[in-house]
């Protein structure tokens, strides 16, 4: 059975950073797309970035890119993502999931229809 456990989430002021960890058993990392996605109150949910083609390339959406890195740890089978210079826009639950199937069509990576497997959600809050 695949699960994905979120954490590393919390308050944080503005221009701060955080690290998101997503532990992933069941499967191991280098069978498996992965991605990362997140929901604030009363919004759709938004990918904002993925491993998913086989190469192991990265893909970010365009609100978070040059700001936050998504990377694997192949020996501890985790996922992460690095946020850093956060905004207040930010605030949301971030959410880590498995696909798996690979693409080179890496906005794909970006749509939550796309992935198998799912994460409970960690809160990211952005304030002063």
């Known amino acids: 059975q695949v699960q994905l456990v979120e954490s590393g989430g919390g308050l944080v002021q503005p221009g701060g950073s955080l690290r998101l960890s997503c532990a992933v058993s069941?499967?191991?990392?280098?069978?498996?797309?992965v991605g990362w996605f997140r929901q604030a109150p009363g919004k759709e949910r938004e990918g904002i970035s993925c491993i998913i083609s086989l190469d192991g390339s990265d893909y970010y959406a365009d609100s978070v890119k040059g700001r936050f890195t998504i990377s694997r740890d192949t020996v501890k089978n985790t996922v992460y993502l690095q946020m850093d210079s956060l905004k207040p826009e930010d605030t949301a639950v971030y959410y880590c999931?498995?696909?798996?199937?690979?693409?080179?069509?890496?906005?794909?990576?970006?749509?939550?229809?796309?992935?198998?497997?799912w994460g409970q959600g960690t809160q990211v809050t952005v304030s002063s």
């Open positions: 069941g499967v191991t990392l280098d069978l498996v797309g």
């Open positions: 999931a498995a696909a798996r199937t690979f693409t080179t069509d890496q906005p794909l990576g970006l749509r939550s229809g796309w992935y198998d497997f």
